[in-house]
């Protein structure tokens, strides 16, 4: 039986369950267990003191880092800790270093020198030394996309692409600007451009740079590429206002670079399944993080969230149907070869698996869950708004899974992928900058996330096939 016929069954089997049998026993203790998960979050979680210890005594871990092997060794440690059988699965990741320089000035025809808060991109190659060179703004990356060469050649680029205020759902927003990180420079490379800075990602006006990856198109020329803090964005767009030569100089310092792929590891840990122990949910988040503040939203919180329900459905003393894995994937921000390596490995290994969840969108007040998946299964994950009302969770909804656990549908084209939705509107004040730091997480809505993604496994292993 495919996956697919195999998961609508349970669909049905499930959902009948739900509707027909309101007052059942088996409802009854379900409403039961799931509020004994929250007090047991809420009284007695260990969400908040493990999420200071990732934050404070390891710190930023960037793929191939120092940090991300003490965070490796850490993570293996809690869940061995916490009752789970653990491994580490080894994977190849690539490495790049920030480096020591960042440098980046903006000079006036007039001769003032103006201080601007940036950050390399990750993946950018170094200046060299000092870079030089006329800056042209660009209001977006299509209006880049549109200029000629004799404009652009020789000059440094700026493009202050805003994300959209008017979206309510700020993942939307970054959605929209995504691609103006990832691909300005090589767009500027291919137009002769010398160096590529762009506007942070984020919606507020801040003085938080915003890092995050950039990718070199085959046959470019490799340019240095940076993001300005939001604040100095706006002050590079009233300088020009004011100059109408607009003859602006950039002056920029970088000495990042990318060194040998290297070795590094998920960190597995399992419960056991007691009646279907070789089907498997997975349930994960991202363990590495941007080398900038200590990766506490982005996705240290996304970590503690999994940690924490595995720890409380143990500490219950839950025996589930199906294999629970908990998976902590290395190097989701420059590469996903986390990720990729798992649903490769799991598919070679043959392995059966029933859903997965990620949760990999910061700590903030849980909203609900996201399905990426068939009707039906979006139908399923809309029957559970009345089970979660209780907990003020209210998104049941079609959406993504997440970046980790997305390569399992390549390996498995019927499973469903569930995100966990938390409130997005403070998430882009922090994601990838200095600002995300543990001091932003609050500890109640870090352990309300944690117990809805418990309660939200606990109810998708109850599925029978
Ligand atoms: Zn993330």
Request: with cysteine; net charge negative.
């Amino acid at each position: 039986m495919n996956k697919l016929k195999a998961f609508s069954i349970v669909v049905f089997f499930f959902t009948s369950t739900l509707l027909l049998a309101q007052d059942s026993e088996i409802k009854t203790s379900s409403a039961q267990f799931i509020r004994d998960i929250y007090t047991e979050a809420l009284t007695k979680g260990h969400a908040y003191e493990d999420l200071r210890f990732l934050c404070k005594e390891i710190g930023a871990r960037i793929t191939g880092s120092t940090e991300a092997q003490m965070a490796i060794e850490w993570g293996q440690k809690k869940m061995n800790a916490y009752g789970l059988e653990t491994r580490l699965h080894e994977i190849q990741v690539p490495h790049w270093e920030r480096g020591t320089k960042e440098v980046f000035y903006l000079k006036t025809s007039g001769g003032d020198h103006i201080k601007l808060r940036g950050l390399a991109l990750g993946g950018s190659v170094g200046t060299k030394g000092t870079l030089r060179g006329r800056l042209i703004e660009f209001e977006s990356l299509d209006s880049l996309k549109a200029a000629s060469i004799e404009m652009v050649k020789g000059k440094i680029v700026f493009v202050n692409q805003a994300m959209d205020a008017k979206q309510i759902q700020t993942f939307k927003a970054y959605g929209g600007c995504y691609p103006l990180r990832g691909n300005s420079a090589s767009v500027a490379a291919e137009k002769g451009a010398i160096g590529s800075v762009i506007r942070s990602l984020g919606l507020a006006s801040d003085p938080h740079p915003h890092t995050g990856s950039m990718y070199y198109a085959d046959g470019v020329d490799k340019i240095p590429a940076a993001a300005i803090c939001t604040a100095d964005a706006n002050k590079i767009h009233a300088v020009f206002k004011n100059n109408p030569k607009q003859d602006i100089e950039l002056v920029m310092e970088m000495d990042c670079r990318s060194f040998p792929d290297a070795t590094s590891y998920n960190v597995l840990g399992e419960i056991k399944g007691s009646k279907y122990s070789d089907e498997i949910i997975t349930v994960g988040g991202h363990l590495d993080s941007w080398d900038t503040g200590e990766g506490a939203h982005d996705d240290g919180a996304g970590i503690i969230h999994c940690l924490e329900a595995f720890r409380i459905l143990k500490e219950m003393n839950y025996e589930p149907q199906h294999t629970l894995r908990l998976v902590f994937f290395m190097n989701e921000e420059n590469g996903n070869k986390g990720g990729k390596t798992y649903a490769k490995w799991v598919k070679e290994n043959e392995e059966k698996h029933f859903a997965a969840i990620e949760s990999d969108r910061g700590g903030f007040a849980p909203r609900g869950f996201t399905c990426d998946g068939s009707e039906e299964q979006i139908e399923w994950l809309r029957t559970l708004a009345p089970v979660f009302k209780a907990y003020d969770l209210h998104v049941f909804e079609k959406g993504y899974g997440g970046v980790d656990i997305g390569p399992l549908k390549e390996s498995y084209p019927g499973i469903p992928l569930f995100g966990f939705v938390p409130d997005s509107q403070r998430y882009f004040d922090m994601h990838h900058s200095p600002n995300d730091v543990f001091e932003n997480v609050n500890k109640r809505e870090l352990e309300l996330g944690a117990a809805a993604i418990a309660s939200f496994i606990y109810i998708l292993d109850q599925k029978n096939p």
